[in-house]
């Protein structure tokens, strides 16, 4: 493991000059991904841009075959879209939602997601229900199954792992119910993709998006989104679907796409496609298995060494946490936290009440640090991160005894 690890830190220049434990908003991109982006922005800028996706058609073509290795799916169930959010949105507009018609979803989701079903209850005057959450947190699949027994469900959809905590959510036991019930089921990898193994056959959903910049190391403004055989097959497309997705064949008359390209808008930037391509054939050589266990191990310290700190409390709840750590140290905003680490040569994030309404109501914060390591970390970066934190938890037990003291 140590030579692998140094070869990960070569491969990754930031690790030279920067502690980076927010791989949950964007990791370090490694030199392959880099690379591949500049050679094709390179062939561009020298040969023109259309002529440059022509001559890179096989490797471009080679990446939906890596992404559908990483995924366990197939080439053909493989959609390239600008985001996590975009794949979700594409998704989600195949359902003709109508008044009384339910979405379901879990109180711990993506707040986005969560803004555009308010969104569809405005417009088409559906009903958002959140299902409960297990005693010690993550969405009840039982909770799932009551409701479609009481519901006119539409949709399923749930973050596997939210964007504001550790929280892995049961989404296998999920996808099990609502094939039970034949409702089509969404899940946003966003958080998942690059540290939790994926075999999308095991997880019963028709849809799943991911994005390129987070856990799996790829750029910005890039991702992706999975369609199951049995939603091509229900002939679900976009409501807007462009002309990658469809063919206009004759006057009043579109032919769409057989597989998941049907999603696809025509425009590419093709340098981030290869980008991640990349980050893709990268992922697969560290391995889903040996990713997962390093980061994961790596979140564990962190929580160890937070809750032995007074005045800091990890927020992170339910049966399995992963490679995010959410935490609250008494008398700071989590802004000012991750401003006073980035001094220190430390990367983190701030999360805001408003990312997360239900879950931070229910643990009576309004604001979150987020601690996120991943595979290329080691241990010193994160007691590094420990003894930064203890820093700053004393300075307000401090100044609070300074002010209890005074006259």
Not at 262 to 287: I, S
């Amino acid at each position: 493991m140590h030579s692998r690890l140094r070869q990960w830190r070569t491969d990754t220049a930031g690790c030279g000059h920067r502690n980076h434990l927010n791989n949950a908003g964007a990791a370090l991109m490694p030199n392959p991904v880099v690379e591949a982006m500049h050679a094709h922005l390179e062939l561009e800028r020298n040969i023109g841009g259309y002529e440059a996706a022509d001559v890179c058609a096989a490797q471009i073509e080679h990446s939906y075959d890596d992404i559908a290795a990483l995924l366990g799916a197939s080439a053909h169930n493989v959609a390239l879209v600008a985001n996590a959010t975009a794949g979700f949105v594409q998704a989600l507009s195949t359902i003709d939602f109508r008044r009384g018609d339910t979405i379901i979803t879990s109180r711990c989701d993506y707040a986005s997601n969560q803004i555009q079903y308010l969104a569809l209850q405005r417009r088409h005057e559906v009903s958002v229900v959140h299902a409960a959450d297990l005693p010690e947190g993550g969405v009840d699949s039982e909770s799932v199954r009551n409701l479609l027994r009481r519901q006119r469900a539409r949709l399923v959809a749930i973050s596997w792992v939210p964007s504001n905590s550790g929280l892995v959510q049961d989404i296998a036991a999920v996808g099990q119910v609502c094939e039970e019930f034949e409702v089509p089921y969404l899940v946003d990898a966003c958080q998942a993709v690059g540290q939790i193994p994926i075999d999308v056959s095991c997880l019963h959903c028709d849809y799943l998006s991911f994005t390129a910049r987070k856990f799996l190391r790829g750029p910005r403004g890039m991702g992706g989104m999975y369609a199951s055989d049995r939603a091509l097959e229900r002939g679900d497309y976009p409501l807007y679907v462009d002309m990658r997705g469809a063919r206009w064949i004759g006057d009043g008359e579109i032919q769409v796409e057989p597989g998941a390209r049907r999603f696809e808008d025509w425009e590419f930037p093709y340098a981030l496609v290869l980008g991640l391509g990349a980050a893709v054939r990268y992922a697969l050589e560290v391995g889903s298995e040996t990713a997962q266990a390093r980061a994961w191990a790596l979140a564990a310290q962190v929580r160890s060494g937070l809750k032995g700190i007074p005045g800091v409390r990890v927020l992170d709840r339910g049966r399995q946490c992963c490679a995010i750590v959410t935490a609250a140290i008494r008398g700071w905003n989590a802004p000012d936290i991750v401003r006073a680490l980035r001094e220190r040569g430390i990367n983190t994030s701030a999360s805001l009440r408003e990312v997360g309404v239900l879950d931070f109501d229910d643990k009576g914060v309004e604001s979150a640090v987020r601690i996120s390591p991943h595979y290329y970390n080691t241990e010193e970066e994160i007691e590094q991160l420990t003894g930064a934190m203890a820093e700053l938890a004393s300075i307000h037990r401090k100044a609070f005894a300074t002010m209890r003291d005074r006259p």
